[in-house]
């Protein structure tokens, strides 16, 4: 069942695009800025990017990539489908949030577009927090440092933190979403510091197990 999740989100994420395109003008905003103001305008056929992207690129990675993987010796974990699927999802939910703006924009009616990506981006990295402490050691995704790939429990000890973090960066991506402009600001800080967190960590961690003269 877990494995038809991605494929459905990939056909709700083409239906809402085709029915969005054959609604919109010619000419609608293709660009914000960070304080959710509309700097560039260009043909309605942009918004099939991020689904080509999706369908092409992003999806055919993730579903193939474990044939490929060394770490997880050709078979996908059974926590794949979920991540796959949590991915797709996530960029339906950021598909329809780009739609609605590009959408209320196109009538003159101010949206902020910033509130909406941070809701998406917020239940995205949820997903993530619950899915990543069961993440296997791979090379595709994860917390993936010189240390995490060379011992496995440092992969682990890394990944429980890492779901704790993504865990309050989705919830900090929601409370930013209230926050104007200021709040996508605030909400890049917190990524780079619990990105930057999570490389330390890991070597932090590695050194315990490796303690070395």
Same mark, same amino acid.
């Given at each position: 069942?877990?494995?038809?999740?991605?494929?459905?989100?990939?056909?709700?994420?083409?239906?809402?695009?085709?029915?969005?395109?054959?609604?919109?003008?010619?000419?609608?905003?293709?660009?914000?800025?960070?304080?959710?103001?509309?700097?560039?305008?260009?043909?309605?056929?942009?918004?099939?990017?991020?689904?080509?992207?999706?369908?092409?690129?992003?999806?055919?990675?993730?579903?193939?990539?474990?044939?490929?993987?060394?770490?997880?010796?050709?078979?996908?974990?059974?926590?794949?489908?979920?991540?796959?699927?949590?991915?797709?999802?996530?960029?339906?939910?950021?598909?329809?949030?780009?739609?609605?703006?590009?959408?209320?924009?196109?009538?003159?009616?101010?949206?902020?577009?910033?509130?909406?990506?941070?809701?998406? +981006? #917020? @239940?995205? &990295?949820?997903? %993530? /927090? =619950? !899915?990543?402490?069961?993440?296997?050691?791979?090379?595709?995704? *994860? $917390?993936?440092?010189?240390?995490?790939?060379?011992?496995?429990?440092?992969?682990?000890?890394?990944?429980?933190? +890492? #779901? @704790?973090? &993504?865990?309050? %960066? /989705? =919830? !900090?991506?929601?409370?930013?979403?209230?926050?104007?402009?200021? *709040? $996508?600001?605030?909400?890049?800080?917190?990524?780079?510091?619990?990105?930057?967190?999570?490389?330390?960590?890991?070597?932090?961690?590695?050194?315990?197990?490796?303690?070395?003269?």
């Amino acid at each position: 069942m877990e494995r038809l999740l991605a494929p459905l989100g990939l056909l709700l994420t083409w239906s809402l695009t085709l029915y969005a395109y054959l609604h919109l003008p010619e000419r609608i905003p293709a660009h914000w800025n960070l304080q959710g103001e509309v700097d560039r305008y260009g043909s309605r056929l942009e918004i099939f990017l991020l689904p080509l992207v999706l369908t092409f690129l992003l999806y055919p990675l993730l579903a193939w990539a474990p044939r490929w993987d060394p770490k997880v010796r050709g078979k996908a974990p059974p926590i794949w489908p979920w991540l796959t699927a949590g991915v797709v999802w996530s960029s339906f939910l950021l598909q329809g949030a780009i739609l609605y703006a590009t959408w209320q924009r196109a009538r003159g009616n101010p949206f902020p577009v910033e509130q909406a990506i941070l809701l998406a +981006a #917020g @239940l995205l &990295f949820l997903t %993530l /927090g =619950l !899915l990543l402490p069961k993440l296997p050691p791979n090379y595709l995704a *994860g $917390v993936r440092t010189p240390w995490t790939l060379e011992s496995p429990l440092v992969w682990r000890k890394t990944h429980r933190r +890492a #779901g @704790l973090v &993504f865990a309050l %960066l /989705g =919830l !900090l991506a929601w409370a930013a979403a209230f926050l104007g402009g200021l *709040g $996508v600001w605030l909400w890049l800080l917190g990524l780079l510091l619990g990105s930057g967190y999570l490389v330390v960590f890991s070597y932090l961690a590695w050194r315990r197990e490796n303690p070395g003269p």
